[in-house]
C-alpha cells in the first residue's frame, strides 16, 4: 500500500477531483516502474503564486513553473533500490520524496495542449513520480528520451485503466 499525502496550499484553489487524480497516477507510475514496496509521497498543490515561492526559494528560480520534484533517496533511473530510501517510521514505508503541482498551472496548460485539465495533472504527476525514482531530462539526450517513453507507456496504461 502506498501513502500518498495531497495537501492543499490554500483554500479554494478548485478542481476538487485533482487528490483523486494525483493518487491515481502515482499508483500508476509506482507500478509500472514495478515499486512493490510500500511507499509515500507527499503532495502539495497549489497555484502560479505558491509554487513560484517554493522555486525561488529551494532552486533559485525567480519564477512559476507546472512541477517540482524533492526526490529523498539517489535512484537509478528503471531499477529501483529500496535500500537507498529512508524509511518513513509513521507508516512504516520507505520515503520517496515530495511533489508540488501548480494547478492554476495545469489548468491553462491541458488547454493549451488541447487535452484538458484531467490528462494534464496526470502527465505532470506521472513525470514527477519518475523524477522521485530517478529519471532526468536535463539533457536532450538518451535520459531525456527514455523519461519520455516511460511517461507515455504509464499514460497509455492510466487511459486504459480508466475507460
Known amino acids: 500500500m502506498h501513502t500518498i499525502s495531497v495537501y492543499r496550499e490554500k483554500r ?15 499508483r500508476a507510475a509506482l507500478r509500472a516502474q514495478g515499486v512493490k514496496e510500500d511507499c509515500v509521497v507527499n503532495v502539495m498543490l497549489t497555484d502560479d503564486d ?12 525567480d519564477a512559476p513553473t507546472d512541477v517540482l520534484s524533492f526526490p529523498m533517496s539517489e535512484q ?16 512504516d514505508a520507505l520515503l520517496l520524496g515530495d511533489m508540488v503541482l501548480d494547478l492554476d498551472r495545469c489548468a491553462a496548460q491541458g488547454e493549451e495542449f488541447g487535452h484538458g485539465f484531467d490528462r494534464e495533472l496526470s502527465y505532470l504527476t506521472v513525470h514527477s513520480v519518475l523524477h522521485l525514482l530517478g529519471y532526468d531530462h536535463l539533457d536532450e539526450g538518451p535520459r531525456k528520451r527514455a523519461m519520455r517513453e516511460r511517461e507515455k507507456a504509464i499514460m497509455r496504461q492510466l487511459i486504459v485503466n480508466s475507460e
Open 50 to 61: 505558491g509554487i513560484h515561492a517554493i522555486n525561488r526559494e529551494q532552486r533559485g528560480i
Open 76 to 91: 537509478t533511473e528503471g531499477a529501483f533500490d529500496p535500500e537507498l530510501c529512508e524509511l518513513d517510521y509513521e507508516h
Open 12 to 26: 479554494g484553489l478548485g478542481y476538487p477531483e485533482a487528490a483523486k487524480l494525483v493518487r491515481r497516477a502515482i
